[in-house]
Nanobody, 123 residues
Framework: QVQLVESGGGLVHPGGSLRLSCVASGSGFRINDMAWHRRAPGKERELVARVTSGGSTNYADSVKGRFTISRDNAKNTLSLEMNTLKPEDTAVYYC?????????????????WGQGTQVTVSS
């Protein structure tokens, strides 16, 4: 299977910046789409940004122009550059990856999630 580990969360003042990172590990796999999601206290989980294996991106309206998603296919890493942070960006951020594991007895297609990293925007 594929495991995801996030890093880079923390406490930042409004208007500040943070960079989140996620690394995928496993063996004999290929990552397709990758994404960042977040869950704020008392709210449903929402998609923040997604990037395809070809580099196409899409963003939630609430983060457009402030957040940038990127990936390194060779290193199986995903990043989220967050600028001009607002208190409403406070949430646990989760990395997600759609993957295919190649096996002689049949490939396995699945979706992996990281454990989450806390981002708190507060003065």
């Amino acid at each position: 299977q594929v495991q995801l580990v996030e890093s880079g969360g923390g406490l930042v003042h409004p208007g500040g910046s943070l960079r989140l990172s996620c690394v995928a590990s496993g063996s004999g796999f290929r990552i397709n789409d990758m994404a960042w999601h977040r869950r704020a206290p008392g709210k449903e989980r929402e998609l923040v940004a997604r990037v395809t294996s070809g580099g196409s991106t899409n963003y939630a309206d609430s983060v457009k122009g402030r957040f940038t998603i990127s990936r390194d296919n060779a290193k199986n890493t995903l990043s989220l550059e967050m600028n001009t942070l607002k208190p409403e960006d406070t949430a646990v951020y989760y990395c997600e990856a759609d993957y295919r594991v190649f096996r002689d007895d049949g490939d396995i297609v699945g979706r992996a999630w990281g454990q989450g990293t806390q981002v708190t925007v507060s003065s």
